[in-house]
């Protein structure tokens, strides 16, 4: 029901594409609490006793106990997930939701960011997930409106072509030109780069100096990358050494923020007005169904 709702948005709404997309936050579903909030969003799961919600840039479980009212219907003048126009990045909603569709990801937990002292990537926040055991999504800049969005394989599997090309067509979902789609695929998958627009694509083999032993494919603006480049005093808050976070096999060994961490996190104070602003987590129970992973579970 809800790739359909979402679906019949997105056709819906395409004929308003070329007139310019809206990158403003609109939400098809909400819930009204006794307290008299009323929290916007994309119900995931309904339960007997528990209603899930993606909002802009979180996922809160919300008791039925708590609940005045539930508006779900099917609007057919609201698209929930962007739609990416030329030269843009996917934001992070439109990948959680892709994430959560897929039937091969059971897990997506948020991980400590680590430190990059080179590269393009040097001293640029974001955030990083692990998604199932050995692969991990970054997010550079606002999760909103990315500067750069990059896939990772470590252990034994980064040396595996089949899935190389699926974290790739992955990626190349959300492109919007041939010029874009020629770059990603006229790469070698073993290493190297191309430009197309403002978007420059990567394939960086384990070797490379800022591989951390993991394979990558990598979406970058590098305009936008320079120009939320933080001092190393204020990105050194907000990192952690790779030794402290994932061990020589790619396995993660510290699973979440301290509490320390999270009152560093003042570039989202800058970048939202807010702390704390992306999901915690989430997994695929024996039903098929994603739960939110608590906090306290970390």
Request: net charge positive.
């Amino acid at each position: 029901m809800m790739k359909l709702r979402i679906l019949a948005a997105f056709v819906l709404a395409l004929p308003f594409a070329a007139k310019g997309a809206d990158d403003s936050f609109h939400a098809p579903d909400s819930i009204v609490l006794k307290d008299g909030r009323t929290i916007r969003g994309l119900i995931v799961k309904n339960s007997v006793d528990s209603v899930l919600i993606q909002e802009e840039f979180s996922e809160n479980t919300y008791p039925k106990s708590e609940i005045v009212r539930i508006r779900d219907e099917a609007d057919i003048g609201v698209l929930f997930t962007d739609i990416t126009r030329r030269g843009d990045l996917p934001s992070w909603r439109v990948m959680a939701n892709d994430l959560r569709m897929h039937d091969e990801v059971k897990s997506l937990v948020e991980i400590p960011a680590t430190t990059i002292s080179i590269g393009d990537l040097r001293n640029v926040p974001y955030k990083s997930f692990r998604v199932n055991h050995d692969i991990e999504l970054n997010i550079y800049g606002d999760p909103n409106d990315p500067s750069g969005v990059e896939l990772g394989i470590y252990g034994s599997r980064k040396s595996n072509t089949k899935l190389q090309k699926v974290l790739r067509a992955y990626l190349a979902g959300f492109l919007t030109s041939r010029e874009e789609l020629k770059a990603l695929y006229g790469i070698n998958l073993k290493g190297g780069k191309a430009v197309a627009g403002d978007i420059t694509f990567k394939n960086s083999p384990p070797t490379e100096p800022d591989a951390f032993g993991a394979w990558w494919v990598s979406l970058l603006n590098l305009k936008d990358l320079n120009a939320i480049r933080l001092s190393d005093a204020k990105y050194a808050k907000l990192t952690r050494p790779a030794d402290e976070v994932i061990d020589r096999s790619g396995r993660v060994i510290a699973k979440g923020w301290t509490k320390n961490d999270l009152q560093e996190m003042e570039h989202h104070k800058a970048l939202h007005g807010k702390e704390n602003v992306l999901i915690r987590g989430f997994y695929r129970n024996a039903n098929g169904d994603f739960q939110l992973l608590e906090k306290k579970s970390l």
